[in-house]
């Protein structure tokens, strides 16, 4: 659903109230607008007597019909626009003004044709439901289930500054009488088993609905501010057109098939719940909480109908009720669990993580610098300063406690890291190994022992770098650097992202095995948001975003992957692996420079890294050269960051008054998936083979159960046995021993005869 900061005004209609005073009938231009749902409690039956809010009943004459009004002349506008009309219907939803002092609704309510509803009909032009904007009226609004005749002026309602005429727009009737009639039959709402077409939409407008099977939540973002859930029909969350077709047309074509299959699911307020000036702060969401993240992937179950409206631009499932700040009104039940960190098979592990700007230098220490504030007016990430993480201690130490988590779960031997802070390019401090030292002795604080070192930085580092930087982390037990890193410092990085870091590493083995050396080759590309400056011609355009699914700057992430390339060039005799955050989905350009070069993409593989605007992909990657391929076992993302709603992030911390930061788990540490590879690199060592003995026993077994042998093997056994005692009673060596014998008992014998005598 689009969003504005200012509703538009909606002019020249005139209202009147039901004791002919005029009433202010109109869209605050103040507002700003959040998508707001409430769910209806049950099918709505029609009141049997006039309402107790209504003066009297009356006679009724010339009424049109809601699909009258509903039918279009203009583009989508309807064909009666700006003209009074009378008709009838049957409340579906309500959405009283002033039901929550702290948010904002849709101050009005809808109606549907009696007696409407139910199985869809193809042949449909034309809605049978209809919008009542009361605005700030003080007339009583009548409640679900009631029957009324309603007197005003048709209007339509576009919620978008400067809208064109094909703008999808909400028509709307301004009253200036309501009236409770009886006799009205009820509405069943009309089950829908996908996304409506544009056309099926129209025919559609206004009209209680009920989604049938599983749902998904396809994007989150917007449910931290405005309180809505984007859904898809199914199970499975719609993918960037890049991470699975080509750039170009084919990905044109297959995001414009996810735009035809994603809707969001509002909460009737019109509240920026962001917004301190404002108090939607104080109320709870309608779909998230602690221990119901409503993340990305979990699916969705509709149990009570809900009203298919046109807000601000795009159709929306509306609660028949406001759900901001009431979820037990919810129309949906949400299911689905946090994923535990994946088991990765291998003697040895490596890890690329993105840690979204880690800071241990803060913003409160900057002069001058502020930050973004959170619902007690107290900064909590730093704004247009130097440093670009957390503006306090407090929110430092929420940033790290879940990063530290995430890494200590992941439990790899060597962990490349992106956007660690290089206080050296930011002019904050001359240790450009400073924040990374913070993170290894909060890890190792953690890990309660000297688990973890880091990489120091090499004595030749670039004159020009970025404020982040790329850094590896390693397990001291298990791994071991083999000589300095070194950073590829070449003009396709210089001043546009952070140069390429390159480490060798080595397992630390036994005496009885061997480990291969391998290298990591860190990357962090230009990012998709914005294009360099002082560009012209073909490379400007290269470099523009020109629609093909790649965004901005894909010629100088081109540039970087061919540099790169280039760069580990040097490393092919040895185990190479290429990990990070490229900042390209997996079909496009700067990733297929590398897989022409010959590197093997490892990742990905239906895995997404990152969650943006609605779509799931992969922008962080692994690649392998010939020689780390085969020692590869598996490659696994880790969705503990990507899937949850910003607003689990330290820097949405005490954003709502009943969301609590969770400083317990790691979930949404950062924005981006780590990816986790499995190498076996260590092998035994080979012994030499152990020969027969010089002298074998010829001692009965010590098991007087055990077999006695083969024929074959008793006979060599007697064969040896009589050659044995032949050579014991032969020989010349032999009798010498028996002569002395002899001699000495003759001796004795002689002694023992003259001792007797």
């Known amino acids: 659903m689009l969003r504005a900061k200012k509703r538009t005004v909606i002019g020249a209609l005139a209202a009147f109230s039901l004791f002919g005073m005029p009433l202010a009938a109109y869209a605050d231009p103040s507002d700003n607008p959040t998508s707001g749902s409430e769910t209806q409690a049950s099918t709505p039956t029609p009141s049997v007597e ?6 009297q009943t009356r006679a009724v004459s010339a009424l049109v019909s809601i699909p009258d009004i509903q039918t279009t002349g203009d583009g989508d506008d309807s064909q009666l626009i700006n003209q009074t009309v009378e008709t009838k219907g049957v409340v579906t939803a309500a959405y009283p003004k002033g039901e929550n002092a702290n948010l904002k609704g849709l101050e009005g309510f809808t109606i549907q044709t009696p007696g409407t509803g139910g199985t869809w009909d193809p042949s449909r032009t034309a809605s049978d439901g209809l919008f009542v904007f009361m605005g700030k009226s003080s007339a009583t609004m009548p409640s679900i289930g009631e029957c009324v005749v309603v007197k005003g002026k048709v209007a339509e309602y576009s919620g978008v500054k ?10 709307q009737l301004v009253p200036q009488n309501i009236t409770a009639v009886s006799g009205c039959d009820p509405v069943k709402p009309t089950e829908l088993s996908g996304v409506p077409t544009q056309d099926q939409m129209e025919a559609l407008e206004s009209m209680l609905v009920l989604p049938k099977d599983t749902w998904t939540i396809t994007d989150n973002y917007k449910t931290n501010r405005y309180g809505t859930l984007s859904l898809t029909p199914g199970t499975e969350v719609l993918r960037t057109a890049t991470d699975v077709v080509a750039p170009g047309a084919a990905a044109q074509a ?13 909460d009737a307020s019109t509240t920026d719940l962001t917004n301190f000036k404002q108090n939607g702060h104080k109320e709870r969401y309608a779909y998230l909480a602690n221990g119901a993240p409503a993340r990305v992937g979990y699916h969705v179950t509709f149990t009570k109908p809900v009203v298919l409206e046109s807000r601000f631009g795009s159709f929306v499932f509306q609660p028949t009720q406001m759900t901001a700040g009431n979820p037990d009104r919810s129309p949906v039940t949400i299911t689905g669990e ?6 990765v098979s291998g003697d040895t592990k490596v890890a690329t993580f993105n840690v979204l700007n880690y800071f241990s230098d803060l913003g409160e220490n900057e002069p001058g610098c502020k930050g973004y504030e959170d619902r007690d007016h107290k900064y909590v990430t730093a704004k247009d300063c130097k440093v670009r993480g957390a503006w306090s201690a407090q929110a430092f130490a929420n940033q790290q406690t879940k990063i530290v988590q995430a890494i200590n779960t992941i439990d790899a031997d060597v962990v490349a890291l992106e956007e660690i802070e290089n206080p050296v390019a930011s002019g904050v401090s001359t240790d450009r190994d400073g924040a990374l030292k913070s993170l290894v002795n909060a890890l190792n604080a953690a890990a309660g022992s000297e688990v973890w070192a880091y990489v120091p930085s090499p004595s030749t580092v670039p004159a020009d770098e970025d404020v982040i930087r790329i850094a590896f982390i390693y397990k001291k037990a298990t791994t071991t650097p083999v ?15 952070r140069q390429p870091l390159a480490q060798e590493f080595k397992p630390i083995t036994d005496a009885n ?12 590309f230009k990012s998709k948001g914005s294009a360099p400056k002082n560009l012209s011609g073909a490379e400007a355009a290269a470099n ?15 540039k970087q992957a061919r540099a790169l390339a280039t760069f580990a060039q040097r490393f092919n005799g040895t185990p190479t692996l290429l990990v990070g955050d490229f900042n390209a989905y997996t079909m496009e350009d700067p990733l297929k420079v590398l897989t022409d070069a010959g590197w093997a993409h490892e990742s990905g593989h239906g895995d997404s890294s990152y969650v943006y605007g609605g779509r799931s992909g992969s922008m962080d990657h692994v690649f392998a050269n010939s020689a780390a391929h085969p020692l590869i ?8 960051n990507a899937q949850e709603s910003i607003a689990f992030e330290y820097s949405r911390a005490n954003y709502n008054a009943y969301l609590a930061f969770e400083a317990d788990n790691p979930y949404r540490a950062s924005d981006h998936n780590p990816e986790i590879i499995g190498l076996n690199l260590i092998t035994p060592i080979a012994q030499p083979p152990v020969g027969p003995s010089a002298q074998p026993s010829t001692q009965a077994s010590a098991n007087p159960g055990a077999p006695a042998g083969t024929p074959e093997q008793s006979a060599s056994a007697t064969k040896a046995k009589h050659k044995r005692s032949k050579l014991a009673s032969t020989g010349v060596n032999d009798t010498i021993p028996l002569a002395l014998g002899a001699l000495v008992l003759g001796v004795i014998a002689c002694a023992m005869r003259r001792r007797t005598l």
Not at 338 to 343: H, I, S
Not at 513 to 524: Q, R, S, T
Not at 633 to 640: N, R
Request: net charge negative; glycine share 8%.
């Open 483 to 497: 000589g300095d890193s070194v950073i590829y410092d070449d003009p396709a990085y210089t001043g546009l992202a």
């Open 254 to 266: 297959y995001e414009a098939e996810n735009a035809a299959k994603t809707i969001d699911l509002d």
């Open 633 to 640: 076992t598996e490659v696994k993302s880790w969705a503990v």
């Open 338 to 343: 946090r994923p535990a960190a994946p088991t």
């Open 50 to 55: 006039a309402s107790a809010h209504v003066r």
């Open 513 to 524: 095995h061997e480990g291969k050396n391998f290298v990591v080759i860190a990357n962090h």
């Open 544 to 558: 523009t975003d020109n629609g093909d699914g790649q965004g901005n700057s894909n010629g100088v992430r081109v």
């Open 162 to 171: 400067n809208a064109t005429a094909s703008t999808q727009s909400l028509t």
